[in-house]
């Protein structure tokens, strides 16, 4: 055994451990798991079988990772969760893996920062660089795409989408989707305009950000039904990539968009 592996550590023989690895005292990794190269495990920690943590991950003590489902539909299937390089679990956070239902996958993306008391449940689907502040709690089958960013305390129902690099106030309760590129916040949940800090940080240009800001005030400032928007939004702006992806999330839109 590692002298980076704590003598109080219990680690199963079957699992796959990377180099360089990290356990800190009285933390568990369960049979059927994989330990990327370069990760640092806290002590306490629950590294749970079907758990494949990618390379370069930290997870902070207390942390509950890789745990059966909370669904009463889940039979004891096979199932994974997969967490990509780089990624940050803050102490206590919950994540399960996914059940037949939704693939049987839970997946968080890579350099992704989950702070302390996030709950991930099973089937979520997490891209890469999303920041998940302390105390958000997920349901089921959420999607929260690339450099989201989601302030504390939020509630997240089933099945919700959250698009690219949307940002959301504290203390949301979030039940509809969320398109992308937008500040969202208050109860119920508002439009408040693009995400423009996250948007200049990422290198979008004042050119790119003008035409998504008019195509959201067409879905969000006129009187037009959304339909009617859309259509406007391909009659009058250029068909960048941001306004095809904008025209493609709200077209596979199942639970309706937040604030309209």
Not at 90 to 106: I, P
Not at 128 to 155: K, Q, R, Y
């Amino acid at each position: 055994m590692s002298d980076k592996i704590h003598k109080t550590a219990i680690v199963d023989s079957s699992a796959t451990i990377g180099s360089d690895v990290t356990i800190g005292a009285y933390s568990i990794v369960e049979a059927g798991t994989e330990i990327g190269d370069g990760c640092r495990i806290a002590s306490h920690a629950l590294i749970a079988s079907g758990t494949k943590l990618g390379c370069e991950c930290k997870v902070f003590k207390g942390a509950v990772v890789g745990t059966i489902p909370q669904d009463l539909k889940f039979e004891e299937e096979e199932s994974t969760l997969i967490i990509g390089d780089g990624t940050i679990i803050r102490e206590f956070c919950t994540l399960n893996r996914g059940t037949k239902g939704g693939g049987t996958v839970t997946s968080v993306g890579k350099n992704c920062l989950l702070m302390t008391y996030v709950h991930v449940a099973h089937d979520c689907f997490l891209g890469d660089n999303v920041i998940l502040a302390n105390g958000v709690n997920m349901a089921g089958h959420v999607t929260i795409e690339e450099f989201v960013g989601i302030s504390g305390l939020c509630l997240i129902h089933q099945f919700v989408r959250i698009g690219r690099y949307a940002y959301i106030g504290g203390g949301s309760r979030i039940s509809q989707d969320i398109p992308p590129y937008i500040l969202t916040t208050g109860e119920p949940l508002g439009y408040y305009g693009l995400n423009s800090i996250g948007l200049k940080r990422r290198g979008f240009t004042a050119e790119q950000m003008s035409k998504v800001k008019r195509a959201y005030q067409f879905i969000y400032r006129s009187k037009l039904n959304l339909k009617q928007a859309v259509e406007a939004i391909k009659s009058d702006i250029e068909l960048t990539e941001e306004i095809r992806i904008i025209l493609d999330f709200i077209e596979k839109s199942e639970r309706g968009l937040a604030g309209r």
